[in-house]
């Protein structure tokens, strides 16, 4: 996979119609970790799906997402990228 400019700076969020965006790309671990955990902490009871734009597979993020109630679910990005959408557990 080949690396995607980001085009918001890393640890920025911003909002969009399909939910609050959270780019990590360029951050070294566990910068990423802790930014998915901030924010998911910091939205706290709202339904807002979170839409992570990262370099890789997060895969230790998953046990905390789902020990949180959350879910993560690959979505397509750009090339070289890594998009998940975070949301609720039902």
Same mark, same amino acid.
Request: proline share 10%; aromatic share 6%; net charge negative.
């Given at each position: 996979?080949?690396?995607?400019?980001?085009?918001?700076?890393?640890?920025?969020?911003?909002?969009?119609?399909?939910?609050?965006?959270?780019?990590?790309?360029?951050?070294?671990?566990?910068?990423?970790?802790?930014?998915?955990?901030? %924010?998911? =902490?910091? *939205?706290? &009871?709202?339904?807002?799906?979170?839409?992570?734009?990262?370099? !890789?597979? /997060?895969?230790?993020?998953?046990?905390?997402?789902?020990?949180?109630?959350? %879910?993560? =679910?690959? *979505?397509? &990005?750009?090339?070289?990228?890594?998009?998940?959408?975070?949301? !609720?557990? /039902?």
């Amino acid at each position: 996979m080949g690396t995607v400019a980001a085009p918001h700076g890393a640890g920025e969020h911003w909002s969009e119609a399909d939910g609050l965006h959270l780019e990590v790309r360029g951050m070294a671990p566990p910068g990423p970790f802790v930014a998915i955990i901030r %924010l998911i =902490e910091s *939205i706290g &009871g709202q339904p807002v799906p979170v839409i992570v734009h990262h370099d !890789r597979e /997060p895969v230790p993020l998953y046990a905390e997402l789902a020990e949180r109630g959350w %879910l993560a =679910e690959r *979505i397509d &990005g750009a090339d070289g990228e890594f998009r998940l959408r975070l949301s !609720r557990a /039902p």
